[in-house]
């Protein structure tokens, strides 16, 4: 995986471990898609889906904010979703 693309996604597990209650069930995947544009993908256990989207999805909204000012900084894009299992 690509500097850019691991950094990003540490960046978004510090993030996200602290807030669930289930650390243990956090998954962060990183894939480079074809139009160059990153993709992390976020698994938690089902109870703690409401804790990572937050109230009206300002959480959710943040880390994607937080993400691409990040990869902006290296003239990338990327996407942030939460995986609902």
């Given at each position: 995986?690509p500097e850019?693309e ?8 510090t993030i996200?471990v ?11 995947t ?5 139009n ?6 976020i698994r ?5 889906a409401?804790k ?5 999805g ?5 880390l994607r ?15 942030v979703?939460?995986i609902?299992?």
């Amino acid at each position: 995986m690509p500097e850019i693309e691991q950094n990003l996604a540490d960046l978004v597990e510090t993030i996200v471990v602290p807030i669930v209650e289930d650390p243990d069930g956090v998954e962060i995947t990183s894939t480079v898609e074809d139009n160059d544009n990153i993709l992390i993908e976020i698994r938690v256990n089902p109870d703690d889906a409401g804790k990572v989207i937050g109230r009206q999805g300002r959480i959710i909204k943040a880390l994607r904010t937080l993400t691409r000012a990040a990869a902006s900084r290296c003239d990338r894009t990327v996407d942030v979703e939460l995986i609902d299992e």
